[in-house]
C-alpha cells in the first residue's frame, strides 16, 4: 500500500510541528523537507480545518499543534486523507471484478489492510516525535 503524497505531507507537517514543540511556519517545513511551499499550504489549511492545527496569519504567524501530540493517533489521519479502496473489490458500488465472490484474494487484502490500519492505530504522534535527532531537525 502506497500513501498518497497528501497524506505523506499531513504526516510531516504534524511531525515537524510536534516536533518543534513551538510556531512554526510552512516555509521552514518546506525548506526542511524540499516540498513545495503551495502543496503544504492546502495540507496546513486542511489539518486546520479538521482542529489538528492551530494557524496565526501575519509577521510572526506560524502553525502549531492544536492537540497534544498524544490525542493525535496516526491511523486517524491516514484515513482523513486516504479514499481510495485498496483495490476495486472493496466498493462493491462500482466493481465490475469478473471473479468476485469466488475469488480468495479480496479476504486477504482486507485483512492485510486491517492489520496494517490496526498497526498504526496503535500508534500517536507523541511516539513518533521522541528522537532526539527528529527534535533537533525540526528546531533548526
Known amino acids: 500500500m502506497r500513501l498518497t503524497s497528501y497524506t505523506d505531507y499531513a504526516l510531516r507537517v504534524l511531525l515537524y ?4 514543540g513551538h510556531l512554526v511556519t510552512i516555509s521552514n517545513i518546506s ?6 511551499k503551495e502543496h503544504l499550504r ?17 509577521r510572526n504567524g506560524g502553525i ?3 492537540k497534544p501530540a498524544e490525542q493525535i493517533n496516526i491511523r486517524d489521519i491516514v484515513l482523513l486523507f486516504e479514499t481510495t479502496p485498496l483495490v476495486e473489490c472493496f466498493n462493491n458500488d462500482t466493481n465490475t471484478c ?8 479480496k479476504h486477504v487484502l482486507a ?3 486491517k492489520s496494517f490500519l490496526d498497526t498504526l492505530g496503535a500508534y500517536y504522534l507523541s511516539d513518533l516525535i521522541k528522537n ?4 533537533a531537525f525540526a528546531r533548526l
Not at 492546502?42 to 501575519?58: D, F, N, P
Open 132 to 135: 532526539p535527532k527528529l527534535i
Open 31 to 36: 525548506d526542511s523537507f524540499g516540498i513545495s
Open 111 to 113: 485483512k492485510a489492510q
Open 17 to 20: 510541528a510536534g516536533a518543534a
Open 42 to 58: 492546502k495540507v496546513v489549511h486542511s489539518l486546520a480545518q479538521l482542529g489538528y492545527l492551530t494557524t496565526t496569519q501575519g
Open 64 to 66: 502549531i499543534l492544536a
Open 98 to 105: 469478473q471473479i468476485n465472490g469466488m475469488c480468495g484474494l
